[in-house]
């Protein structure tokens, strides 16, 4: 099992909790991204800098999962992606995404990228909260001491 993170726009707080996490429980991560990504010196985690443009990242991302990884995502259609190919989802603010809802929040995605690009401002994601966080290193603990699968 191997934790990957959608580290393009996952924020710093939640890669400091995976780092943390991954360095504990000694299980292999990696950050892919287009650009640069900083990360603690350590044998259990790594980056993955694929070329700029539209999905690099996710398409690199789910060539290389096995069902039973974990991947970081706030994409929804990547997290369709993972699900799909039997490995685990969960979102920066600590909700796992499941093979039976991911349909439905695609469907709300899809909906809502029609409305911006009518012109109708949507707004964006709230902030991250102290909650989010708590509930993403809850999730992740669950996850990493095999409580947790799809």
């Given amino acids: 099992m191997k934790i990957w993170v959608d580290a393009d726009a996952c924020p710093v707080v939640i890669k400091d909790i995976i780092f943390r996490a991954a360095q504990r429980t000694k299980v292999m991560t990696t950050l892919v ?6 990360v ?4 259990y985690i790594q980056t993955y800098q694929v070329a700029g443009g ?3 990242a996710d398409d690199e991302i789910v060539s290389r999962i096995v069902a039973g990884d974990l991947v970081v995502t706030a994409d929804i259609p990547l997290a369709y992606d993972v699900l799909k190919k039997g490995a685990n989802a969960l979102n920066p603010r600590g909700e796992r995404y499941h093979i039976d809802s991911i349909k439905s929040k695609l469907g709300m995605r899809d909906f809502y990228e029609t409305l911006r690009a009518s012109g109708i401002q949507t707004g964006g994601p709230a902030s991250l909260s102290q909650t989010d966080r708590r509930n993403f290193a809850n999730e992740l603990d669950k996850f990493l001491q095999g409580g947790v699968r799809n």
């Fill in 54 to 56: 539209f999905d690099k």
């Fill in 40 to 43: 603690p010196a350590s044998p």
């Fill in 33 to 38: 991204a287009n650009h640069l990504i900083r």
